[in-house]
């Protein structure tokens, strides 16, 4: 019986070999052929991803190349998986490049980044899902979709799960709309870093750690963003635990936060629904909450000039996370009830220009003044946090207040 048995395994086995074989050639083949159209590629052509779910193992790149498209035929049909990637860390590399376009397919498993653009004037992402199949793990890849230090970023219908930093990400760029997109169980949903004019709107953020970021970090080239406008948004129920290795940023950012601004100013949040984030509905801090040392001496660690307005607020009675520090003194200081609006106090001394917040629903404000109440972070654990939203209230003089409302 062991004998027959033991025969008909081995006539399966080299029944599928050669089967086995045409496939992995099939997969090298198209790993083959991809890369050597985007190396070939000219102005005005279109590479198509074909249907089918596609074995990948090195980084495919573009560089220097012009008016481009990579489109495959949809985005949950045609998908190139890195899930045994052995060269690169990245999924797709763009690099020097201008009016590339990339549509109608999936990303899934890169050991780094999904789809990183560098140094590219004109990037489309339309219809691209990335995704860390395995659920969230801080070896999942940094960031799912993730222009930094371009021009002219339209990122729009897209889907971003996994990553271990940011899911969609735009850093160190210019003339940004990131728009109509859904992020979830990243670490952060959406980033917009160091980055001027901004629109992030019509995006659906939920069940990240942390549902939109506006970041201004220290030791990067372009020091600053502004003009950044976040609005009709749903951000609701970013209550995932924080994967991020060890050391990142991002690591920082509380369980259950809806929207983070660190280190701003000219940011405008407006009309958005944030929802049951069990944290914080919107924080506004410097950077000196993160207790990281500043090095840059040309770094503005501040906030200014923040207007949060015309958004709904709804948060249902809870603890907020009690696995860091913050969340502890929330908790010692509020109990189940954290308010919405969380302000660290800390108002560029240089700018006129404060914090704004006006005709919001539901919403709740704590000024927590942290450089009269904190000798150190820990201490002390009760303090006299001010509620007073009053002086705040900048009245109807926004000009983006009557927009938001039509």
Known sequence: MNNHLNFSMMKLIQALTPLLFTTGLLFANLEKELQTQFILAASGDTITIPKGHHKIQGTLSIEGKENLVIQGVGMDVSILSFSNQSEGAQGISITNSKNITLEKFTIQDSKGDAIKAQYTDGIIFRHVKVEWTGGPKETNGAYGLYPVQCENVLIEHSISIGASDAGIYVGQSNNIVVRYNEAFENVAGIEIENSYNAEVYENYSHGNTGGILVF???????KQGGNVRVYNNRIESNNLFNFAPKGNIVGKVLPGTGIMILACSGVHIFGNTIRNNKSIGTGIVSYFMTEEAIKDSL???????????????????????????????????????????IYDGMQDPEIQAGLCIQNNTDARFTDLDIEHNFDSWYSPFVANFSEDMSKHNCGAQHPLISKSKK
């Open 299 to 341: 770094y503005n660690p501040y906030t200014a000039d923040i207007h949060i307005y015309n958004n709904v607020y709804d948060r249902w009675p809870g603890f907020p996370e009690l696995g860091f520090d913050i969340g502890q003194l929330l908790a010692v200081k509020y109990g189940r009830n954290t308010p919405d609006i």
């Open 216 to 222: 201004d970090l220290p030791d990067l080239l372009q």
